[in-house]
């Protein structure tokens, strides 16, 4: 049966507020749990039950799925949507209110697929960012603009502080773009599905020292790098002045043009010389 007659069957109204929009496409879901690297060894972790669709693409290929759904007047289509599919656990609660913590320690080593909610897109990605510890990698659906951000390059319009966030813990990248026509409702904005890997990232002395120097340099995009560490940290001219310079960067440059690299050895002469604390 069609995803539009069960909703209809069940009086299903679509809420703006919650950002849905459902994919059907069978091919598309599956290149998506695909680019997550999902097999019957995996667990998953979605933000975003919506009717299903994915959720049951991932429960077919996964260990198991676990997702997480705040619209509570979804559960009797899901329950006919996802018919069968032993593997899967819905919970109707908000995903940011949860203990990731506790999450993580019943799933183990884990990935995350979603068809995200634009609203929460980014505080979702940065959550797993700053937070998780057994997550191996995000694949996730969002508006082109910011899986765009997610993956830019220093120096570029899109580059900012969530991509320098980002880079400290893996590497971004589009692997697939979806034209708004493949939603229903169909959205406004076409989108993209981002892979951020979890790997090596990049050593710092402290990670709160790094987002810090990070936030500071992206604090106002037309002032200069060495203005903004004066502005965040209360540092002396001179002294913002040195501490760029231990850190092999130029003088006179804007926080946009730093690579990750440069903002971690930003960071740790920062943290070094005691302008961020311990």
Do not use: W
């Amino acid at each position: 049966m069609e995803l539009k007659d069960i909703l209809s069957r069940h009086n299903f109204g679509f809420k703006k507020q919650y950002g849905q929009n459902f994919l059907t496409d069978t091919n598309l879901l599956s290149a998506i749990a695909q680019d997550a690297g999902v097999d019957e060894n995996t667990a998953v972790l979605e933000i975003g039950t919506g009717a299903g669709a994915l959720t049951r693409v991932l429960a077919e290929r996964a260990r198991r799925v676990i997702s997480f759904e705040i619209d509570k007047s979804l559960q009797p289509v899901l329950a006919e949507t996802l018919a069968g599919c032993g593997n899967v656990e819905v919970v109707f609660r908000d995903f940011m209110k949860c203990d990731l913590a506790a999450l993580e320690r019943e799933l183990g080593p884990y990935v995350v697929c979603a068809n995200l909610p634009y609203y929460i897109t980014t505080p979702v990605a940065m959550r797993f960012v700053e937070e998780a510890r057994f997550c191996r990698g995000v694949t996730v659906m969002v508006q082109e603009e910011v899986a765009l951000r997610f993956a830019a390059k220093a120096g570029t319009p899109e580059y900012g502080a969530v991509t320098a966030a980002i880079a400290l813990k893996g590497e971004a990248h589009i692997t697939r773009k979806v034209p708004r026509t493949m939603f229903f409702p169909r959205p406004n904005v076409d989108s993209a599905v981002v892979h951020i890997a979890f790997g090596e990232g990049i050593p710092v002395k402290s990670e709160r020292a790094y987002r810090e120097t990070v936030r500071a340099a992206f604090s106002s995009r037309r002032k200069t790098l060495e203005n903004n560490l004066v502005s965040a940290f209360h540092l002396s001219r001179e002294g913002a002045r040195a501490a760029m310079e231990e850190a092999g960067i130029e003088g006179g440059v804007r926080g946009e043009t730093l690579t990750p690299q440069k903002f971690a050895a930003l960071a740790d002469t920062l943290f070094s010389r005691g302008a961020i604390a311990h």
